[in-house]
Nanobody, 128 residues
Framework: QLQLVESGGGLVQPGGSLRLSCEGL????????IGWFRQAPGKEREGVSC????????VYADSAKGRFTISRDNAKNTVYLQMNSLTPEDTAVYYC?????????????????????WGQGTQVTVSS
């Protein structure tokens, strides 16, 4: 069975950090661009970051720039999202998604329909 599995979410205080992981089960992520999205209660799902197949191209939403870092370890079939300086506004369910994006640009990377597989999400709560 083909799955994307997110992990690493939890409760953290403002200013804290978390590292989310997205692991591919049953298929290799080598040929996929991987995007991270999030959805807060009452809001639409929004793109956070994306990394190209080779890892040489990354894009970030304005809300993530300077605080979040996306990376991939193809040997572990895993993509990471390091999140620093977290604020309550970052509270959301975070999803990773895999898609065959030939080019990674903010417009393409944050369009949901470009992704074929989605994980179930991991909750991130930033609160004191």
């Amino acid at each position: 069975q083909l799955q994307l599995v997110e992990s690493g979410g939890g409760l953290v205080q403002p200013g804290g950090s978390l590292r989310l992981s997205c692991e591919g089960l049953g298929f290799t992520l080598d040929y996929s661009a991987i995007g991270w999205f999030r959805q807060a209660p009452g809001k639409e799902r929004e793109g956070v970051s994306c990394i190209s197949q080779s890892g040489d191209r990354t894009v970030y939403a304005d809300s993530a720039k300077g605080r979040f870092t996306i990376s991939r370890d193809n040997a572990k079939n895993t993509v990471y999202l390091q999140m620093n300086s977290l604020t309550p506004e970052d509270t959301a369910v975070y999803y990773c998604a895999a898609g065959a994006l030939a080019v990674v640009t903010p417009t393409l990377a944050f369009t949901h329909s470009h992704y074929d597989f989605w994980g179930q999400g991991t909750q991130v709560t930033v609160s004191s």
